[in-house]
């Protein structure tokens, strides 16, 4: 069974562009989470998908956005970038109902810099 | 509110056991897990425990859960170079949905 899968893995973009990211969940799992990993910050929650609808939601500015497709393949997007967006954005898939809801396994993550 | 609260550092022999440990505020918390970061890596689940219970054992992995206390800590029996990594805890706030509140994370050091 394949796991989850984030790309690109690196993103190099110049302050102001936008950027977006793709996760692609373990097969069957129909939630997709995001988390933001800094330095200064800490592993921060951004949003979570479940069935092409946003569940939950961080502290994050509006720049920050994300879909999910009706395969749950979910994308986030940052617009207008600010050098501070720099950092390692996880995505988290897990089955979104049941027992095993309990359970989150994270992708390898897309490093973001921002110059 | 919501806040999850590790030392930052810890460092131990091969074959010592290792204890890592987390204290939480948050009481409706239902889940809390142990995640593992190595280097450039994503997070790995390592385990997690029902906050019904007062510990769970994994091979080498004890949880152990003191509610009252709100404390969680995490043994790593016999301790080896390949268990060197950050150790985060984090709480799933009971809303049923995934969004997890992490800790800062404790990074081990396991020398030979």
């Known amino acids: 069974k394949a796991g989850v899968t984030q790309t690109p893995r690196y993103l190099i973009k110049t302050r102001g562009q936008q950027v977006t990211l793709s996760c692609s969940p373990i097969?069957?799992?129909?939630?997709v989470s995001w988390y933001q990993q800094t330095p200064g910050q800490g592993l921060q929650f951004l949003f979570e998908?479940?069935?092409?609808?946003?569940?939950n939601k961080g502290n994050f500015p509006g720049r920050f956005s994300g879909r999910q497709f009706s395969n749950s393949r979910s994308e986030m997007n940052v617009s207008t970038l600010e050098l501070g967006d720099s950092a390692l954005y996880l995505c988290?898939?897990?089955?979104?109902?049941?027992?095993?809801?309990?359970?989150?396994?994270f992708g390898q993550g897309t490093r973001l810099t921002v110059v | 509110g919501e806040d999850v609260e590790q030392s930052l550092f810890l460092s131990v022999r091969e074959g010592d056991s290792s204890v890592i440990n987390c204290t939480y505020t948050?009481?409706?918390?239902?889940?809390l897990y142990w995640y593992k970061q190595e280097p450039g890596a994503g997070l790995q689940l390592l385990t997690y425990?029902?906050?019904?219970?007062d510990m769970k054992q994994d091979q080498r992995l004890t949880v152990l859960l003191n509610k009252k206390d709100k404390h969680l800590s995490l043994r790593i029996a016999d301790t080896q170079t390949g268990d060197s990594a950050i150790y985060f805890c984090?709480?799933?706030?009971?809303?049923?949905?995934?969004?997890?509140?992490f800790g800062t994370g404790t990074r081990l050091l396991v020398s030979p």
């Open positions: 097969s069957g799992h129909r939630s």
């Open positions: 984090a709480e799933n706030p009971g809303t049923g949905f995934q969004k997890l509140v």
């Open positions: 425990i029902f906050s019904n219970m």
């Open positions: 948050d009481s409706s918390s239902t889940y």
């Open positions: 988290a898939s897990s089955p979104g109902t049941g027992r095993l809801n309990t359970e989150a396994f």
């Open positions: 998908y479940f069935s092409e609808t946003q569940r």
